[in-house]
């Protein structure tokens, strides 16, 4: 499974962005996609998940109401929609693709940096 990540960029503190992660390859192994972050001298976290048969979803606390995570099937896409961005939301955005037990470790695509100005 090949990922392909796109959509970050530079915004002041209460703009929005729209990130977009396209999947390829062996997609039927994949049981959900989401995205995670890694802001400078922290940990990866997991920020929001969506599962790809039944659409349940998974927010981190910290985003919970201003971030949306969406899935278009027939794409093999995962949009993220952030609103109301702040400065502490900086940091890489990290696509990720877990399979199905048993198919495999987890997918990642490559970051892409979301900057929100103050």
């Known amino acids: 499974v090949q990922l392909q990540a796109s959509g970050g960029g530079l915004v002041q503190t209460g703009g929005s962005l729209r990130l977009s992660c396209a999947a390829s390859?062996?997609?039927?192994?994949?049981?959900?996609m989401g995205w995670y972050r890694q802001a400078p001298g922290k940990q990866r976290e997991l920020v929001a998940t969506?599962?790809?048969?039944?659409?349940?979803?998974n927010y981190a606390d910290s985003v919970k109401g201003r971030f949306t995570i969406s899935r278009d099937n027939a794409k093999d896409t995962v949009y993220l929609q952030m609103n109301s961005l702040k400065p502490e939301d900086t940091a890489v955005y990290y696509c990720?693709?877990?399979?199905?037990?048993?198919?495999?470790?987890?997918?990642w695509g490559k970051g892409t940096q979301v900057t929100v100005s103050s």
């Open positions: 990720n693709a877990a399979p199905f037990k048993g198919w495999g470790t987890d997918y």
């Open positions: 390859g062996s997609i039927f192994s994949i049981n959900a």
């Open positions: 969506i599962s790809i048969d039944d659409g349940t979803i």
